[in-house]
């Protein structure tokens, strides 16, 4: 009796171990490859999937991911013989189970070599220039000749990247130097241009500056040319108005004079009073008229009288 009831929880502990190992849960964004037999039955995707016991199992799981691989630097030769270092990083994604299951015996040594190899047919067509400066070119031209070769083992190549290109050292060198004279003549060419602006900058200022001299100077000239016009109307006119007067006041003189009608005598007086005015000790020779010099005697006989009596 008790070896029964012995082997009967023998029995229930097999089963239960043999039910639980032919449950199986596939997580998300993987996939599993069963086998029947030997020979492929199934892919199962995320769920719960019984397989039979025994019969039944799981031949390959596959993570449905998009991975990165980083293969290790390859030796290439570029069209014109020189050899450098480039390593490149590989994005792929497992579209098929089944194919990448069955197609491929290892598939990442397989991408691997086939990057090295597609690498160097890539980079032998190129120069070392042409390579240094056409990475995203090469980048696509291997994606899409990755791409095709790894589509029967069921993986999808999304991009390409090459990490590092690494010249040899005497390149490297020559390159810098390169660098370094390209930057001195760029530096002479910016200094050169620095110094012909800054050149043409003064002379445009010494041109606007002389400019403006001349437009002063030609403002002031006109200025002076219009101060001296009015100064000589203004002394044109004070002339003509004087003389203007004088000949107002001659003339109200000699109205005067009419009105007064003066007789024969006054009129000899003023001729007198007139030659004297006209002599005023400047003249060396005067001509007196006869009808003046009687009464210019009789004007001293009345001097010399008066000067008695004083």
Known sequence: MPFLIGTVIVILIIALLIGVNCIKIVPQANAYVVERLGAYLSTWSVGVHFKTPFIDRVAKRVLLKEQVVDFPPQPVITK????????????????????????????I???????????????GDLELDETLTSRET???????????????????????????????????????????AERERREAILRAEGEKKSTVLVAEGNKEAA???????KAAAILR???????????????????????????????MLKEAAPDA??????SLEAFAKAADGKATKIIIPSEIQGIAGLTKSIAEVATEQK
């Not at 040594?109 to 980079?123: F, G, H, K, P, S």
């Not at 400019?211 to 100077?217: G, H, P, R, S, T």
């Not at 040319?225 to 109307?233: M, N, P």
């Not at 203004?234 to 003189?253: F, V, W």
């Open 80 to 107: 014109d013989n020189v050899t450098m270092q480039i390593d490149t990083v590989v994005y792929f994604q497992i579209t098929d189970p089944k194919l990448y299951a069955y197609g491929v015996e290892n598939p």
């Open 109 to 123: 040594m397989a991408i691997e070599n086939l990057t090295a190899t597609t690498l160097r047919n890539v980079i």
């Open 138 to 180: 090469i980048n696509t031209k291997m994606r899409a000749t990755l791409d095709v070769a790894t589509d029967p083992w069921g993986i999808k190549i999304n991009r390409v990247e090459l990490k590092n290109i690494m010249p040899p050292k005497a390149i490297q060198d020559a390159m810098e130097k390169q660098m370094k």
């Open 211 to 217: 400019i403006l001299d001349a437009e002063a100077e």
């Open 225 to 255: 040319a219009e101060a001296k016009r009015e100064a000589t109307i203004k002394e044109a006119e004070g002339q003509a108005e004087a003389i203007l007067r004088i000949q107002q006041a001659n003339a109200d003189g000699l109205k």
């Open 265 to 270: 005598g006054v009129l000899q007086l003023k």
